[in-house]
């Protein structure tokens, strides 16, 4: 039977520093502070969201930066290149299938 792990208490001072890694790194990253606090610290998410709780500060995710659009005008020419170069292909792809057609044809021909 495995050894029981004992719990190990933090102090206010631990605490804070620990909230106040979390809030930074998510400042600076965006999001994942609470892991790295985990992995750093050997801390439980458990009784990092207790402490938040507790400090009666949430831990803050930073916002994702919203997608640039680019100018719709160029989107709709580069879509008419597109759409014209698939036109292209189907109409040889078309051409090709009627060639292999023929050529089955004539090998049954032959072969017969």
């Known amino acids: 039977m495995p050894a029981k792990k004992i719990a190990k208490r933090y ?3 631990q605490r804070s520093e620990i909230l106040s890694f979390i809030e930074k790194y998510n ?3 965006g999001r994942g502070g609470q892991t790295a606090a985990v992995k750093k610290f050997g801390t439980t998410t458990l009784s990092i969201n207790a402490w ?10 930073t916002a994702k930066k919203a997608k640039k659009f680019k100018n719709p005008t160029k989107l709709i020419e580069r879509l008419n ?19 292999a057609k ?5 090998i049954r021909a032959a072969i017969a």
């Not at 938040?52 to 995710?61: A, C, E, M, R, V």
């Not at 290149?81 to 060639?99: D, G, H, N, P, R």
Request: aromatic content about 2%.
């Open 81 to 99: 290149i597109v759409s014209s170069e698939i036109a292209k292909a189907e109409k040889a792809l078309a051409k090709y299938q009627s060639e």
């Open 11 to 13: 102090s206010e001072a």
């Open 27 to 29: 400042a600076e990253h």
């Open 52 to 61: 938040s709780k507790k400090s009666g500060k949430k831990i803050k995710k």
């Open 102 to 106: 023929e050529l089955r044809k004539e």
